[in-house]
Each structure stands twice: as C-alpha cells, then as structure tokens.
C-alpha cells in the first residue's frame, strides 16, 4: 500500500492505495516552516486510519508547502519514517512539485500556480520545474492567496473601509474587535492561517462591489508579479490549483484576458490528479 499527500498549510489530503482499494482522509496542514519534527508526528498521529495502516505502507510521496530545502525536507522525511517504518521509499517535495504534475501534460511547457492559503508559481516542462517566483511567504508575498485576501480584509475592517454589512459581520457573527485581530496577527502562532480564515467572506459577499473589486485586484496584481514576469508567458497555458481560484475562475478568466494570458486548466485540489501520477507506483 502507498500514501500520497498533498499538504498546504491549513490542510493536508491523504489517499491511502494498493491495487484493491482506495481510502482518504485528512489532518491538519503540516507545514515544516512552523511545524518541528515531533508537532508533525503528533499531527500525524491523530489520524486514527494513518495510524491503523501504518505498518502496512511500503511507498511514501508527499508533496507539501515550505519543502523547499534539504532542511525542511528532512525535518517532514524523518517524521514520516519515524511512523511508517516498512516504508522502503519516503518521497518528500514541494507542493509547487505536486501541483505541477497533477495539473499539467507531460508533453508540454506551461504555468503552474498555487493559490491556497498562500500562493506560488512556476514554469514547467512537463517533466521538471526550471523557473519559479514566489513562495516568499505572507508579510512579503502570497499574492490573491487565503492569507493575503484575509489581510486586506482584516486591514480594511480596522480601518472600516468595507461595507457596513461585512463590518457588522465581522462584529455580530465572527465576534471580532480590533484586539483579537492585533492579538492573533501580531502575538499568536500561524498568522498566515488565521488570516485565510477570512477567506471565506469573499464567498458569502461575492455580489458587492467591493468584494469583486478586492478579488480582481488580488488576481491581477499575482498576474503581473508572477505569471507576467516568465519570458513568453503568452505562449503558455495557466494553469491554477486551489479553491480560491476554482471558486472565482470568471473573475480569473477576466483577469487572463486582460493580461493576455491563456487561461488553462484550474482545480480545486491536486490530489487525485497525483494518483493518476503515481499510478505506477501503486502496489
């Protein structure tokens, strides 16, 4: 039996699968920018199905955000190993990595995005990645991401430049004053989780006129500082994965023709394009 899972920062999607079944479940993101070895074994731990197959396991391939460098690799390998311990092979890359090879054609040259809580890009051959921009976090980047939607809506809702209705709703339904928003920005753990919590507001508000403005905006600028900055990115299909863009992929479409881009496929999630990827590998 093999695992694969793809891990953003909020959540992580895991398919255990042999040649007779198929079983999935999910945990809390693991990212190991915040997360030391033994937070990721006890995030792993809690899932009773992982736990309960764990000695049945022999391949391992995850795919996850910040699993940029040996580090950080290793940091996510050896937790994994530490718990899947007949695991023969531990596979450990970067999410950008797996979005790239369930989205795209092996036969072809395109842009890959991530938009999820945060947000990266990349040029891909069909077999490897050769450029990428982005990736540099929330406070610097992670343009048209969860994290970087739920800022400006947290930094207009302290300054109350937002409609009313969305200020009382911030106030009456999520129960939020200037000083929980300071504290869990500025004091508390995983800010970049905490503010793409909002991005759900995007959704519940999409018919006013300043939530279509603030999503094309964040759409455009991650356009023109990412996908716009590859030399001949016209001549390549965009490719995006994550809910924010499959959820607003009118807004997105717009967005691409106004920047001349061709607008290729979008998905909300990469995993099952990742077992098709690993179709071989399966038991």
Not at 118 to 146: H, M, P, R, T, V
Not at 162 to 169: D, L, N
Request: aromatic share 10%.
């Amino acid at each position: 039996m093999i695992i694969i899972c793809e891990s953003g920062s909020t959540k992580a999607d895991w398919i255990l699968i042999n040649k007779e079944s198929k079983q999935q479940t999910d945990t809390i993101g693991i990212n190991p920018l915040f997360h030391n070895e033994s937070q990721i074994i006890d995030i792993i731990k809690s899932n009773e199905l992982l736990i309960s197959k764990a000695g049945e396991i022999s391949k391992i391939f995850f795919y996850g955000t910040s699993c940029s460098n040996e580090d950080k690799v290793n940091r996510v390998t050896n937790a994994l190993k530490s718990i899947f311990t007949n695991a023969q092979i531990v596979e450990v890359k970067h999410d950008l990595d797996g979005a790239a090879f369930a989205v795209s054609k092996t036969d072809e040259i395109s842009i890959v995005n991530i938009i999820g809580t945060g947000s990266n890009s990349c040029l891909f051959d069909g077999k490897n990645i050769i450029d990428q921009i982005g990736g540099n976090g929330y406070i610097l980047s992670d343009e048209a991401s969860g994290a970087y939607f739920g800022k400006r809506l947290c930094g207009d809702y302290l300054i109350k430049m937002m409609p009313t209705e969305i200020i009382h709703y911030f106030e009456n339904e999520l129960k939020v004053d200037r000083d929980i928003v300071i504290n869990k920005v500025y004091r508390e753990a995983n800010a970049n989780v905490y503010l793409a919590s909002y991005a759900h507001i995007l959704s519940k508000f999409s018919d006013t006129e300043y939530i279509q403005q603030l999503i094309y905006s964040g759409f455009d600028e991650f356009m023109k500082k990412h996908v716009c900055r590859f030399d001949n990115y016209e001549k390549y299909p965009v490719h995006f994965i994550g809910s924010i863009a499959f959820y607003f992929r009118d807004v997105l479409n717009k967005v691409c023709i106004d920047n001349h881009a061709q607008l290729g496929n979008i998905i909300q999630k990469p995993i099952e394009g990742l077992v098709t990827y690993h179709q071989a590998d399966i038991d």
